[in-house]
């Protein structure tokens, strides 16, 4: 009481007894650091600017690091996504991929698992803000990848290319180059650690889902995050491969436009056809009009045989002795003009057999509906080319005119 007393009637002993007291509550508050495990520290917290210097270090001296990826990622798009928080970030780095970094100390001093502490008497922010589940690292993504490209040259591959004899990993970003890779294929055997990453399992006190991000959902990110999935099997859906790799609709108009276009186009190839095939019917009957016409020698017919060898003569024989013969120059003409057309009615054939090749139902019946409408309007040229003039009762050469 005479103490308190003294204090009272005396401020300058007050103040040095609050200074005093303020001097041993600082010596006596304890570094979470180096003992993350103590009451007083459950609600510890790096400092902002701590961890993002730790970030910015780290993925200076190895920026191909998943969790560098996913840093630069989260920080160009200005993301707000848990796996975005820069403690989350790096958990992913130092957690299990690189916790040897100098530059990891702090997170492995707070969350490590050499700590010794359980995962409930870490500080929170380890179970509120933990690493992504299954995140690959840097040696196992890039493995990955370079054995996904070495077995398939497959689009995104030219994203990450093969490392020097020793190097560490791929310089590149192996985590989003992974993510294609597998969007795309999702069923090769190389895809199992991304599928892992992905999987539905709900957040737990350790781990962090990352499901719906855009390594993992469809849709979810920029086009080049979002290839189509090859799918060797009839399927519906818009986002596919049309013939090249710009080509893919990604939406309904999109999607409706690439139909007509594919429909047209097969009019188109049956139009080239049909003419090709009209042309050569008509060059035939020329050239039997002329053989007609000849006096059977054969200078003014320089295409046939004398009737009287024909049926000595072998097929191959006959075929040296038509290539013997030198061309006309109306035959040199039909020969440019068959040449282009079988060089575009070929290109378009093999180009819409392709379409068909990406097991997309309405895509593939574009191409036989436009087959079947070109059938039908093309049917009357088609039976004139192998009708002669005059066969029909109205001797105008096309079948089916009254």
């Not at 308190?4 to 103040?15: F, G, K």
């Not at 180096?34 to 780290?58: G, R």
């Not at 803000?129 to 054995?147: G, H």
């Not at 060059?283 to 053989?291: F, I, N, T």
């Amino acid at each position: 009481m005479k103490a308190l007393s003294l204090l009272a009637t005396r401020p300058s002993a007050l103040l040095l007894f609050l200074t005093f007291a303020g001097s041993y509550q600082a010596l006596a508050q304890v570094d979470c650091l180096t003992a993350p495990s103590d009451p007083s520290c459950v609600s510890f917290e790096l400092p902002e600017a701590t961890i993002k210097a730790d970030l910015d270090n780290l993925c200076t001296q190895m920026p191909y690091m998943p969790g560098c990826s996913l840093y630069k990622s989260c920080q160009a798009a200005s993301k707000t996504d848990q796996w975005c928080t820069p403690f989350s970030v790096l958990a992913d780095i130092c957690q299990v991929d690189m916790p040897s970094m100098r530059d990891c100390k702090n997170y492995v001093a707070l969350c490590g698992s050499g700590t010794n502490q359980t995962t409930a008497s870490r500080p929170a922010i380890c179970s509120k803000a933990p690493m992504i589940s299954s995140f690959p690292t840097t040696k196992n993504a890039s493995a990955l990848v370079i054995d996904i490209c070495t077995e398939m040259d497959m689009a995104g591959c030219e994203r990450c290319p093969k490392p020097a004899p020793g190097a560490y990993a791929a310089n590149c970003d192996t985590l989003g180059t992974y993510a294609i890779l597998c969007k795309a294929m999702p069923d090769m055997h190389q895809c199992g650690a991304w599928k892992a990453m992905c999987s539905a399992s709900s957040d737990t006190a350790s781990t962090l889902s990352f499901q719906s991000s855009e390594y993992c959902a469809s849709g979810v990110g920029s086009p080049d995050m979002n290839p189509p999935a090859m799918r060797m099997f009839f399927h519906l859906g818009f986002s596919d491969y049309v013939l090249f790799e710009k080509w893919v609709p990604r939406n309904q108009s999109q999607y409706v436009g690439t139909w007509f276009a594919l429909f047209f186009l097969t009019l188109f190839f049956v139009t080239v056809q049909t003419y090709h095939n009209s042309l050569e019917a008509r060059w035939v009957e020329e050239l039997a009009l002329q053989a007609e016409e000849s006096t059977g020698s054969d200078s003014s017919a320089p295409l046939t045989i004398p009737e009287k060898n024909r049926q000595s003569t072998s097929i191959l024989l006959h075929w040296i002795h038509l290539w013997r013969q030198p061309w006309t120059l109306k035959e040199a003409k039909q020969n440019v003009i068959r040449a282009v057309l079988t060089f575009v009615e070929t290109t378009l054939g093999y180009a819409l057999m392709l379409v068909t090749m990406t097991f997309n139902v309405p895509l593939f019946f574009a191409v036989i509906l436009g087959l079947t409408v070109g059938s039908v309007m093309f049917s009357r040229q088609r039976l004139a080319t192998v009708v002669k003039p005059g066969a029909t009762s109205g001797g105008t050469g096309c079948a089916g005119c009254g």
